[in-house]
C-alpha cells in the first residue's frame, strides 16, 4: 500500500493553502481517507490525476480573507502582550496628566 499523504504535504504539491485542501477535501474535489474519524489523508496518484484541475491562481482564500487571518492569528497569540502594552500605556497617561 502507498504512502498516505497529509493535509500539508497536499498542500505544498497542489500550491494552496492547507485550509483550501480541507475545503476541496469536503466539497469532493479531492478524495481523502480519514483515519481514526478524524484525520484526513490523501493518496498520492489520485492527487496526480485531478492536478490539472485545482491550479493555484484558482485559489479560494481571497487575500483580505489571508490578511484577516493572520490579523486574528497574530492576536491570539499575542493577546496577553498586547493587553499588558495597553495596561502600561494606560498608566504612563494617567502618570503624566498627573
Keep these: 500500500m502507498a504512502k498516505l ?7 505544498q504539491i497542489l500550491s494552496i493553502t492547507e485550509k483550501e485542501v480541507i475545503e476541496l477535501s469536503e466539497k469532493g ?11 484526513l489523508r490523501f493518496r498520492k496518484d489520485q492527487l496526480d490525476q485531478i492536478r490539472d484541475r485545482i491550479k493555484p491562481d484558482q485559489s479560494l482564500v481571497s487575500i483580505e480573507g489571508t490578511v484577516l487571518e493572520a490579523s486574528r492569528d497574530f492576536v491570539y497569540r499575542n493577546d496577553f502582550y498586547i493587553l ?15
Excluded at 502594552?85 to 498627573?98: E, P, S
Design 29 to 39: 474535489v479531492i478524495p481523502a481517507y480519514k483515519v481514526g474519524g478524524v484525520y
Design 84 to 98: 499588558s502594552l495597553v495596561v502600561i500605556f494606560c498608566l504612563l497617561y494617567f502618570i503624566v496628566r498627573l
Design 5 to 11: 499523504l497529509t493535509i500539508r504535504e497536499v498542500a
